[in-house]
């Protein structure tokens, strides 16, 4: 190999940059791209990635590498390539990149604590001739001998204990290669409990099944990138033909990622996976770091032909990959909110260019972004319109809450249409879900009596009520107004703003149901470990007949006795200040409607609103997703909002206001000089208060950076690309394609 001078090597701190070392003799055979390696910087030591090696460097005062990490690359060159992408796109370092690809223990070469196990290093023939001799001269060790043969593999501790024989027998029945030893990790807690499931066939497709198996399939066998937006509503059985398409995967030799919302990895959908596949690993949450650190290895090491997980698996170090499969794929968790800001999705695409692999987008609201590339041909798209075994999807009934308020004089959350329906579905012995938004936030400016919302007509978005200053604000632009005295138009005199607490909730339905069982699930009631798998255990064993929850609740859940679900209040969705409002609202209430009516009897969706009219609610009520799509874009166009532009977010955040808000006027005024090169294709919302304006103490302020497309925008935001470490006093974040506005 010609001598090599000198590594290029990037660390986790967020610069976007190669640094050079020289490489010292000690090091010249180990040294590799891909591999880890410890250098000096700033005085101190510490990892650094190498991504490349060059004979010539233009610095003078070069540094020598201390020490390489690895033996063999820890990165293969697809992850490598793969990481430089982030950095460039997300604005965040490549080595910062690179640190999100490796558990914490893997990072840190946490070393588990192994054991040794012992087995039979020979056929059982040989074995058994080899026992009858030993019986007599060592009996003990015959019955070590006799032990393994029964069964698998064993520790030596267990193997000494129950055979009575020593561990220098042990070694003795090594030395004559009876037996073999090898180091194992001690915490091999197996992931699973009963570690064989029975194996289940494959089910017989439908034909609407038939039809997008095959279409895959031929892409699959094709060997080359491609996108498929599989769009099937709920129960239409999207998961089998996920497990089928992985079949020709692995059949073809290769493997596959399969990436689900955190909150949908339930032991259910494992347990799907897993029954049809062997060689699957799973990546979630609540594994212990050692756990991680194992599942990490048997995949580097090719124990894995299929990696289960959430956001972060994408980055499983699986070699050959020939499929990745986004399930829900519309849900804004597969966007981290710390650096590095990515999307999985969006980077599954990318990693599938690399490994010239086959992405299948799955969904049954797909978000607006991909239903449109579908419609510019850039991703193949197939649909599923029915449910599995012809079930209906569930009768959807609007409630008009301005009718409620004008009867009764106290407001109740609980519309009397709502309260009979719940009367008559307890008495049938069915099980209710009542389903309420987040709360917080909901602090929009609406007339009870006929619905009006407050909204900037410059943005599209509904202004926000704040109380201190008695003000309503636009969130995105800064436009700032008086609350109006009476509805702009009813001439109501009753505008106000609108909240709605679940423990206010929980008390009515306790009054009004007062036999009833009745839980309230959200993040306050479901702290600690599993609270929220064993409220859903209950609820399935009908230990529960009411569930009050909120999107926690939404979720991928299959209960064939919830007969109803209620949405008591549609609006705190429609008037978050984020112009995917509508969008979101769309999506929770076709997902809670796929709670109802899996079963046998047929299910019934009420929802809540002052606004009826709104086409969200209409085309959910409608199942009508092409209608809404449709709509929505029209809006989306006007304004370009994405997919027609791209956007990005900039957030402020530091102790004290009056800093962060002049940082914020600062970095604007320079993005508005900036973009006067770009004629009104770029353009520069706020600066303004974040609409949650403090967390932990941080006063936030945000600036949307809006472009006709993706190369302004980034263009526009490399000039600014160094501003985050102008100041110590406020921390500025990019977030290109923000999916949380709030
Ligand atoms: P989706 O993910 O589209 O909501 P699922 O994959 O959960 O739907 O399927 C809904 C139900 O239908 C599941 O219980 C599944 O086992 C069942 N199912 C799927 N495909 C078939 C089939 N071809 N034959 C019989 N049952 C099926
Ligand atoms: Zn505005």
Not at 294 to 301: F, G, P, R
Request: hydrophobic share 35%; with cysteine.
């Amino acid at each position: 190999m010609p001598y090599v001078k000198f590594a290029e090597i990037v660390l986790s701190i967020p610069l976007n940059k190669k640094f050079h070392y020289s490489i010292p003799l000690s090091c010249i055979n180990q040294i590799g791209i891909g591999k880890r390696v410890k250098v000096p910087f700033r005085g101190r030591t510490i990892i650094g990635y190498c991504v490349g090696l060059t004979d010539v460097s233009g610095i003078k005062e070069i540094k020598d590498i201390i020490q390489v990490i690895d033996a063999k690359p820890i990165f293969t060159p697809q992850l490598l390539a793969i990481s430089k992408w982030m950095a460039d796109f997300y604005f965040c370092g490549w080595g910062e990149a690179l640190e999100t690809f490796l558990p914490f223990a893997v990072r840190n070469s946490f070393h588990a604590k192994t054991v040794n196990v012992v087995r039979l290093s020979k056929d059982e023939g040989f074995v058994k001739e080899a026992l009858t001799s030993l019986k007599k001269k060592a009996p003990r060790q015959g019955k070590a001998l006799e032990i393994l043969l029964k069964g698998e593999e064993m520790t030596v501790s267990e193997l000494s204990r129950v055979s009575g024989c020593n561990l220098q027998g042990i070694y003795r029945l090594r030395e004559r290669d009876l037996v073999s030893l090898r180091k194992k990790p001690a915490d091999d807690t197996p992931l699973f409990a009963g570690r064989h499931l029975p194996k289940t066939d494959h089910l017989m497709p439908t034909k609407e099944q038939e039809r997008a198996i095959v279409f895959i399939k031929t892409r699959l066998r094709e060997g080359k990138y491609r996108t498929v937006l599989l769009r099937g509503v709920t129960g239409s059985g999207k998961t089998e033909i996920y497990l089928q398409a992985i079949s020709e995967t692995i059949a073809l030799g290769r493997k596959a990622i399969v990436l689900v919302p955190e909150i949908s990895l339930t032991p259910q959908t494992i347990e799907r996976f897993r029954s049809r596949f062997d060689k699957i690993s799973v990546l979630h949450s609540s594994l212990t770091e050692k756990q991680r650190y194992n599942q990490w290895w048997e995949i580097k090491n090719g124990n894995a032909d299929i990696v289960i997980g959430a956001r972060s698996a994408l980055f499983a170090p699986l070699d050959n990959l020939g499929l990745i499969v986004i399930d829900e794929e519309h849900e804004n968790t597969f966007k981290q909110d710390s650096t590095p800001r990515y999307n999985a999705r969006d980077l599954s695409l990318v990693r599938a260019q690399y490994e010239n692999a086959v992405v299948v987008l799955g969904s049954a609201t797909p978000s607006l972004e991909s239903y449109h590339n579908a419609g510019l041909g850039k991703y193949d798209y197939v649909t599923l319109k029915s449910r599995i075994g012809d079930n209906p999807l569930p009768r959807v009934q609007i409630v008009d809450m301005r009718g409620e308020i004008q009867r009764g004089k106290r407001q109740s959350c609980i519309s009397r249409y709502l309260e009979l329906n719940m009367k008559k579905c307890l008495a049938q012995k069915g099980q209710i879900i009542l389903f309420l938004n987040r709360r917080g936030f909901s602090s929009f400016v609406n007339c009870r009596r006929c619905g009006f919302v407050l909204m900037c007509k410059k943005c599209d978005i509904s202004l926000t009520y704040h109380k201190k200053q008695d003000v309503v604000i636009c969130h995105y632009c800064y436009h700032e107004a008086s609350v109006p005295k009476e509805c702009p138009e009813c001439k109501n005199p009753g505008i106000n703003f609108f909240a709605f607490g679940t423990e206010k909730i929980e008390e009515e339905i306790k009054a009004k149901f007062p036999s009833y069982r009745l839980l309230r699930m959200d993040s306050d009631t479901m702290r600690g470990n599993n609270a929220h798998e064993k409220a859903l255990s209950a609820f399935k064993r009908g230990d529960i007949d009411i569930l009050l929850g909120t999107q926690m609740i939404a979720k991928g859940l299959d209960f064939p006795n919830v007969t109803l679900v209620g949405v008591l209040s549609a609006d705190t969705i429609i008037h978050l200040p984020d112009f995917r409002a509508s969008e979101r609202t769309f999506q929770l209430l076709s997902q809670v409607a796929g709670r109802t009516g899996r079963g046998s009897q047929e299910g019934l969706v009420i929802i809540q609103t002052f606004n009826p009219e709104h086409y969200s609610i209409i085309f959910a009520a409608s199942h009508d997703y092409d209608g809404f799509a449709k709509k929505e874009l029209e809006y989306r166009k006007q304004l370009y909002y994405p997919p027609y532009g791209r956007l990005a977010r900039i957030v402020l955040r530091g102790k004290r206001e009056e800093d962060v808000k002049e940082r914020s006027i600062e970095l604007a005024e320079k993005l508005k000089d900036t973009i006067k090169l770009y004629k009104n294709t770029v353009e520069i919302l706020g600066p303004s208060p974040a609409p949650v304006t403090r967390v932990k103490d941080n006063y936030r302020w945000h600036i949307v950076v809006k472009a006709i497309n993706i190369e302004y925008l980034q263009q526009v935001l490399t000039s600014i690309k160094d501003e985050p470490r102008i100041s110590k006093k406020v921390q500025t974040v990019i977030d290109v394609d923000a999916y949380m506005m709030l």
